[in-house]
């Protein structure tokens, strides 16, 4: 199976768009730091012009409005929009409101689409998912949030933290319990929850090294929520009860290819603004130029990004051809590999502007807070990398009789007799 990563003439005039509508629109307004309603009217117009040129939502099928032209495609274009912070908010594909509207899309009734994907998809809702816990970060099986079914309905209680724009969010699609005695993978159900209904409360936005002062009503936050004796109509169940875990894998797989390649497109960002500063900047005798560590970032942070470009648009074309199941290891790599190359570019970049590029202002130092926080967001690096391994090695088994394979006396006698030569030395 050969790879194929080309793309019609028609992909390719949408993403020159795309370029220069990102690098003209989008990153001058990233620099306003707007508060959210500010931003809704500043954002307005130019995701006007992101729909008239049909890219909007564009990771949905056809049948909702988005390209279906795969994930390959998807992921040259998130390359793009990732160079901004708001990119991703101008094209529709922001988290958790993408991967969202992608359950939505799968999974809800007739009443839910209309009650929830619609607006969601129009841009006149927000959402937010509530999955992760204090005790339950990386292992979604130790979820202690739980539905207990009441008369025709459920009531929910839990806690959740780190819920994405939960504060903003209209509905929250929350992760909990149905079925503790069941096998730890089917114990859970996803649930849709009106933000407004007695017994929500969102406690907090979280303060962490990627946003240290949240401020009230910002484009992005991360929240703390409780759950106390919360009814809920047997209707507010998404999909099939037990499902939950399921749910959140195929929200999360493709969703890691789109992640990673913003990820690609900020760290080309940060190279270019490197490559940049060493052609003027001029210290002990020469410019950044011509300075052999300097020349070293730049190499290595080039290489590093043509390596998860490559590796990212590979399990972008494995998804498209096997699937996201057959695709799980090639997604894993990414994650933790297109982390790093993130963290790493922008680092070197920090060091090259100096104390410019410490402070804030330059883009720098943010995106350097974001990219500590893609180490963990979507599993733990160590969890991906865990996978990755599990994956690998089942296409290997030990020797049968605990001899290596590649035991090179073996190999040499297997030889021997496979070519009928005598040994090297030896008498004939």
Request: contains cysteine; negative net charge.
């Amino acid at each position: 199976m050969s790879w194929d990563f080309s793309t019609d003439a028609e992909t390719e005039a949408e993403l020159v768009w795309t370029r220069e509508f990102i690098d003209t629109q989008a990153i001058p307004l990233e620099a306003l730091a707007l508060p959210v309603n500010e931003f809704d009217r500043a954002a307005a117009p130019l995701i006007d012009q992101v729909k008239a040129r049909g890219l909007w939502a564009a990771h949905l099928g056809p049948e909702h409005g988005g390209t279906g032209r795969g994930q390959l495609r998807l992921a040259l274009m998130n390359e793009i929009v990732g160079r901004s912070r708001v990119g991703p908010i101008l094209f529709g594909t922001a988290p958790p409101d993408s991967g969202n509207l992608e359950l939505l899309a799968a999974h809800a009734s007739a009443e839910q689409r209309e009650r929830y994907f619609t607006p969601l998809l129009d841009g006149t809702a927000r959402s937010s998912v509530a999955m992760t816990e204090p005790g339950a970060g990386a292992d979604p099986t130790l979820l202690s949030s739980h539905l207990e079914r009441s008369g025709d309905g459920w009531v929910l209680n839990g806690h959740k933290w780190f819920a994405t724009n939960a504060s903003l969010a209209d509905f929250l699609l929350v992760v909990a319990v149905t079925d503790p005695q069941a096998p730890p993978q089917e114990r859970a159900t996803v649930v849709i929850v009106d933000r407004d209904t007695p017994g929500v409360e969102v406690r907090r936005d979280i303060a962490s090294m990627e946003d240290p002062d949240p401020l009230p009503g910002q484009i992005e936050n991360h929240c703390e929520v409780t759950f106390t004796d919360v009814k809920l109509p047997a209707k507010a169940v998404l999909g099939r009860r037990g499902q939950g875990f399921a749910m959140m894998q195929e929200r999360l797989g493709p969703a890691r290819v789109h992640h990673c390649m913003r990820w690609i497109g900020q760290a080309q960002r940060a190279l270019d603004m490197l490559c940049e500063r060493a052609t003027y900047r001029y210290s002990h005798g020469s410019t950044l130029a011509d300075k052999q560590t300097v020349q070293n970032w730049i190499a290595d942070s080039a290489a590093e990004i043509a390596a998860a470009r490559l590796l990212t648009l590979h399990a972008a074309w494995r998804i498209d051809t096997v699937g996201s199941k057959e695709a799980r290891k090639d997604i894993a790599l990414i994650k933790f590999y297109g982390a790093k190359v993130l963290h790493d570019v922008i680092d070197r970049a920090i060091q090259a502007h100096g104390s410019l590029g410490f402070s804030a202002d330059l883009p720098l130092e943010a995106m350097y807070r974001r990219a500590r926080a893609a180490r963990i967001y979507d599993g733990p690096d160590e969890v991906h990398r865990q996978s990755a391994a599990r994956l690998l090695l089942r296409d290997y088994k030990p020797p049968a009789d605990g001899v290596p394979l590649e035991y090179v006396p073996r190999r040499r006698e297997a030889a021997l007799r496979q070519f009928a030569v005598d040994e090297p030395g030896g008498t004939s």
